[in-house]
C-alpha cells in the first residue's frame, strides 16, 4: 500500500531496502523523492491518511512544514520522502544497502 500511495502521488526513484533480521529499526525502508516541497508535502499527507485509513497505529512524521525530507514513521515501515537534492546529499541507500565485498587483492599483494 505505501508504495501504490507514492506511485499514485507520482514519487520518483523509489526504492524499498529490506531490513528484516538486519535491524531492530524497522523492517523495510522506504525511499522516495518528490520534484518539490509542496509535492513532498502531499505524499507524506495522502500516505499518512492511507495508512491511518488502513488501520495503522501511531503513525508519526518528522520534517514539515519544510517538506525538504519528510519522514513516515509507520512502526515497522520508516518511509523517507526528499527533493531530489536533499536525497543526493543525505544519500541514506548508500547507508542502508548492502555494501560489496571489500577488495582486498591490493592488500594482500603488499603483503
Known amino acids: 500500500m505505501t508504495t ?13 531496502i529490506d531490513l528484516s533480521g538486519k535491524s531492530a529499526l524497522a ?3 522506504v525511499i522516495a523523492s518528490g520534484r518539490s516541497q509542496r509535492q513532498v508535502g502531499a505524499m507524506a499527507d495522502n500516505l499518512v ?8 497505529k501511531g503513525v508519526l512524521t518528522e520534517g514539515q512544514p519544510q517538506c525538504d525530507w519528510v ?6 515501515i520508516v518511509i523517507h520522502l526528499f527533493r531530489p537534492e536533499v536525497r ?7 547507508l542502508w544497502a548492502p555494501h560489496p565485498a571489500a577488495d ?7 603483503v
Open 4 to 16: 501504490a500511495s507514492l506511485e499514485d502521488d507520482k514519487a520518483v526513484d523509489e526504492i524499498v
Open 27 to 29: 523492517d523495510f525502508i
Open 49 to 56: 491518511q492511507k495508512l491511518k485509513a488502513a488501520g495503522a
Open 71 to 76: 519522514l513516515v514513521d509507520a512502526g515497522d
Open 88 to 94: 543526493e546529499f543525505y544519500k541514506l541507500e548508500k
Open 104 to 110: 582486498t587483492s591490493q592488500a594482500v599483494q603488499a
